[in-house]
Each structure stands twice: as C-alpha cells, then as structure tokens.
C-alpha cells in the first residue's frame, strides 16, 4: 500500500522521520468516544494510516466531550492524533458501500456500535471479509457480541461498577468511588491495540486470515484487578473497601506535610518497610514477630500510620522527599497536572510534548506511549475537522469523480 500523503495544513512533527514499524497498515477507525478510537490512536502513533469515519452530522461524541476552547475539543486533538477523517453515513446504502470498498483496502476496521448494528447496515464481518478475507475486525463493546448484557449500553461507568474496581475503591465507611477519568475505557483501549497486533501477527507471520477481535470493556479491567476471583473462589473472602490502605502491607498511604501538600509511602518489600521505621526513629518495631510480612504489617496499620503520619507531618514536603530518598526509601509526591508538567524527569523524557496544531499553534499533550530505540513512533499532527480529508480519499483513493462525490454530499451520504 502506498503511503498517503499527510494534511498539508498540519506539516510540522514531533520525533524523528522514519515512517513508523506500521507504515502500510491501514486502520479504519469507525469507533466512537474513548476505548475503540485509543485502539487506532495507539496504532497511528506507530505509523498506520488511520482514516476516521465518521456520521456527517453527528461526528464523534468525543469531539465534544471534556474541556472545549472555542467550540474545538481539546480530548479530540489528542485521541485524533495521526488519524485522517472523512464523514460517511453508513447507514445509509450508498454510504455503507463506500466503507466496503475502503475495507478492501484496509488491514484493521475497529467499531464500537451496539452488538448488531453493523450486520443491520450489510456491513459485519461477512460481509467485510467477503470484500477483504484478510481484515481484521476489532468489535469494541461494553460487554462483548454474546451474552445476556451483550445488548446494554456499555459505557464506563457502568464497567467501573460490575468490573469490582468501584466496590473496593473509597474509603472504608464510604460509598463505592468512580474513577474521575476513562478508566475502564482506557484499560480496554491499550489492551485492544495489544489484540488488534496479535490478531495481525496470526495473519502476517503465521500464514493465518483475517478474524474477529471481540473485545468487552467488562473483561480487561476485570483482568488489572488481579487474583479477587480466585481468591474468592478458593477462601470466600470479598474485599472490602480500604482507602489508600493496602490489605498487603503497610506503611502504604498518603500522608500530609506539614506545609501542606501530600506524599505517598509504598512498602511492598520489607527492607523498604525497615528503612522507613528507621527513618521515622522507630527500630524497634522491626524485632516485632508480625512486621516479618506485609500481611502482618498491614494489620497493625493504625499504629504504622500514625507513627509515620506524625513524623511526616512535622516536616515539609521536600525535607520529607529529601530524607526518603536518600534512605532509598519509596516515596512520592502527589502531583496534581500543573506539578505533572513542572517535574524535571517528565520534561527530559518528554512524557508530556508539545505538538503543532492548526487551530492552537501549539498544543501539550501525552507523547507516544512506548519508547522504541530502532522502530520509534511519533505524532505527525493532532486531531481534524470533521470530513477534513473525504474529498481526498474518495477521489484520489477510491477513484470517484468530482460529480460523484457532490452527489453524495448533496443527498448527506458524506460530508
């Protein structure tokens, strides 16, 4: 497949030049809001030509939602990234056949429409894979195409609930907490490029086809919530809500200064857990018999919190940093975003980057998510205007004519 030509209006980039370890794959990126759109957002930043279909009228809720500034999506700009747009009404014939005929050309087509939807338009997966027996189709939904909750709204939130993360986040006599970002989305978005890569290798390296990725929101959080199933399965034992405590060890939890602002202790290993008895001048709790493990350790937190609230809260934030670091002892501070932006190790690692952008001139946003010493991704500009690159692809890709595509506009199929 031959390389696109980028957006004329968004020449500059970040990174070096090299095309990307996915140059030649094709993305479509029929997907809506956070965890499908991640999914392509993470394969462009490593080189794919993603291509962003969207409804003519309604674009992607995600251009809308968070923070706007002059009716321009800040959100967009990020997860857009890389990514060219063209506005296509699939549920219309007319509009549905344009996306086989891009299918036929492309590697990878990720949706997050209700389970049904797709096959309702003609375009599920026999259909695309008639077109294309090659593609791979990333199905992204809340709780997966099968199943008694298959038909339910799946949005993160609700994830957040049933997944368990919210039952076992909050304080002890609180009410269950909601993460206050797309958590389960955001699982589910990285665990999907890592599928949509697998399902790719099974084709290209293993001499396989093309194949569905069904992949429910519900499972990868349910996954990074680690060993509760079988825990509860082998011992009957249901968590309970700890706050910042850890039912694992302790000292683990944030603590206020005294001017102040809060830090973070960690003690997973007890070497680290001796060092900080030893800082707080309290040694002596090392030669108790239940400080030999974390699980004993934490349930004595009452006192080891008090111990180690009392001693960080007679010191300021950078006394504390300070004396813990140089004990090799695991603290950090809590950072809100405009400490985030500040720190030295993020600004030298370029964690966070400055990028052109047509509409801002210059926007801070994440960098590439993984560093690749021979095969580096890069952004090669933000996220467009809806419809930005129809024209385009149609005409110069697909082949249709001028009459053709203002046709199509005229009757709404695109934009």
């Known amino acids: 497949m031959t390389s ?23 993305v479509l990126d029929l997907a809506t809001i956070y965890a499908g759109p991640l999914i392509a957002q993470l394969l462009g930043d490593f080189g794919a030509d993603v291509i962003k ?33 063209i506005a296509v009404n699939l549920s219309d014939r007319a509009g549905a056949d344009l996306l086989l005929r891009l299918a036929a050309t ?22 695309l894979s008639a077109a294309n027996p090659a593609l791979v189709m990333v199905r992204v939904s809340g709780f997966g195409q099968e199943g008694p909750y298959a038909s339910r709204p799946g949005f993160g939130t609700l994830i957040e609930a049933m997944s368990g993360f919210a039952a076992v986040t909050g304080e002890p006599d609180g009410p269950p907490t909601l993460p206050p970002f797309g958590l389960a989305d955001g699982v589910a978005g990285i665990s999907g490029a890592m599928a949509t890569m697998v399902a790719l290798y099974h084709r290209d390296a293993r001499g396989g086809r093309g194949q569905v990725v ?70 002596e709790l090392i030669d108790e018999p239940w400080f030999a ?9 009452d006192l080891i919190d008090s111990l180690v609230g009392d001693w960080i809260g007679a010191r300021s934030r950078d006394e504390v940093l300070d004396t813990f670091e140089a004990a090799q002892a695991a603290v950090a501070a809590v950072y809100d975003v405009s ?35 021979a095969s580096p991704g890069r952004i090669r500009f933000t996220g467009r205007p809806i419809g930005a690159d129809t ?13 053709d595509v203002e046709g199509l506009r005229s009757r709404g199929v695109i934009r």
């Open 4 to 26: 696109p030509a980028q957006p004329a209006e968004q020449p500059a980039q970040t990174g070096p030049a090299s095309p990307g370890p996915l140059a030649g794959l094709r």
């Open 214 to 283: 069904d992949l429910a929101v519900l499972d990868p959080l349910i996954t990074v919530l680690g060993p509760q199933p079988t825990v509860y399965s082998l011992l009957g034992e249901i968590p309970a809500r700890t706050g910042n405590r850890s039912t694992n060890n302790a000292p683990r939890n944030t603590y206020l200064t005294a001017d102040g602002k809060w830090v973070a202790v960690s003690s997973s290993a007890t070497s680290i857990a001796e060092r900080i008895m030893a800082i707080i001048g309290h040694p």
């Open 293 to 301: 493990t974390g699980a004993g350790r934490a349930e004595h937190s």
């Open 339 to 373: 400490t985030l932006v500040a720190d030295p190790h993020i600004q030298a690692r370029e964690t966070l980057i400055e990028v052109p952008d047509a509409d801002f001139g210059q926007l801070l946003m994440q960098n590439v998510l993984a560093r690749l010493s």
């Open 53 to 85: 279909v969207e409804h003519p009228g309604r674009g992607d809720g995600l251009r809308g939602h968070g923070r706007q500034v002059d009716g321009i999506g800040l959100w967009w700009k990020i997860v857009a990234r890389n990514k060219r747009t």
């Open 106 to 127: 492309a590697d990878v087509v990720i949706e997050s429409f209700r389970p049904g939807t797709m096959e309702r338009w003609g375009l599920g997966y026999d259909e």
């Open 391 to 403: 024209d385009a692809i149609l005409i110069r890709e697909l082949g249709l004519s001028e009459s």
